[in-house]
T-cell receptor, first 112, second 116 residues
Framework: EDKVVQSPLSLVVHEGDTVTLNCSYE??????LLWYKQEKKAPTFLFML????IEKKSGRLSSILDKKELFSILNITATQTGDSAVYLC????????????FGKGTHLIIQP | SAVISQKPSRDICQRGTSLTIQCQVDSQVTMMFWYRQQPGQSLTLIAT?????????ESGFVIDKFPISRPNLTFSTLTVSNMSPEDSSIYLC?????????????FGPGTRLTVL
């Protein structure tokens, strides 16, 4: 059974801090790993990672994948209160189906 | 990214009744999915909505409880039948592979359901 484990489950930091969120996974026939940000209801897509060691960047957010150690990290630098959200990591299953298996998420709170 | 709308955005329902949630996409998509997010939990896949055939349900979800329709490539409905308070959740539809993209799923705005 595919598995996604995120840590920490919650994190409180001050504005301006840098945070690192972790995601480890177990899936047969790995295809990709996705990061989402969920503020109210709908998760919004951040990154899709398929290759080890290649960093994806978008502004203050970046993410990298390690396929040998089966994990990914999401970094947010110079955090702002608007970064407060639940960050979700997900993988498509390896068995040929197409739905996503999600981790429990990291609830990030940025204090002013 | 695809523009996805869901109706209703929220509802409060009585135990034993049914609610149908609609999901509309602004472009033809190959795959549509329905997820549930119970309070304080992550997203769990309910089923894949297949155009022109029956939906494919994940373990723990059955057609009698969550009938799904997918009449064309831009629209799907999920019905939550014979509701109980345990069905109180956010229900989300998502789409996979809009034209020109692969593997990324985009989510609709969600329907927050409360069952009394």
């Amino acid at each position: 059974e595919d598995k996604v484990v995120q840590s920490p489950l919650s994190l409180v930091v001050h504005e301006g801090d840098t945070v690192t969120l972790n995601c480890s996974y177990e899936v047969t026939n790995f295809r990709s790993l996705l990061w989402y940000k969920q503020e109210k209801k709908a998760p919004t897509f951040l990154f899709m990672l398929t290759s080890s060691g290649i960093e994806k960047k978008s502004g203050r957010l970046s993410s990298i994948l390690d396929k040998k150690e089966l994990f990914s990290i999401l970094n947010i630098t110079a955090t702002q209160t608007g970064d407060s959200a639940v960050y979700l990591c997900a993988v498509p299953p390896g068995g040929g189906a197409d739905g996503l298996t999600f981790g429990k998420g990291t609830h990030l709170i940025i204090q002013p | 990214s695809a523009v996805i709308s869901q109706k209703p955005s929220r509802d409060i329902c009585q135990r034993g009744t049914s609610l149908t949630i609609q999901c509309q996409v602004d472009s033809q998509v190959t795959m549509m999915f329905w997820y549930r997010q119970q309070p304080g939990q992550s997203l769990t896949l309910i089923a894949t909505a297949n155009q022109g055939s029956e939906a494919t349900y994940e373990s723990g979800f059955v057609i009698d409880k969550f009938p799904i329709s997918r009449p064309n490539l831009t629209f799907s409905t999920l019905t939550v039948s014979n509701m109980s308070p345990e069905d109180s959740s956010i229900y989300l539809c998502s789409v996979d592979r809009p034209l020109g993209r692969t593997d990324t799923q985009y989510f609709g705005p969600g329907t927050r359901l409360t069952v009394l």
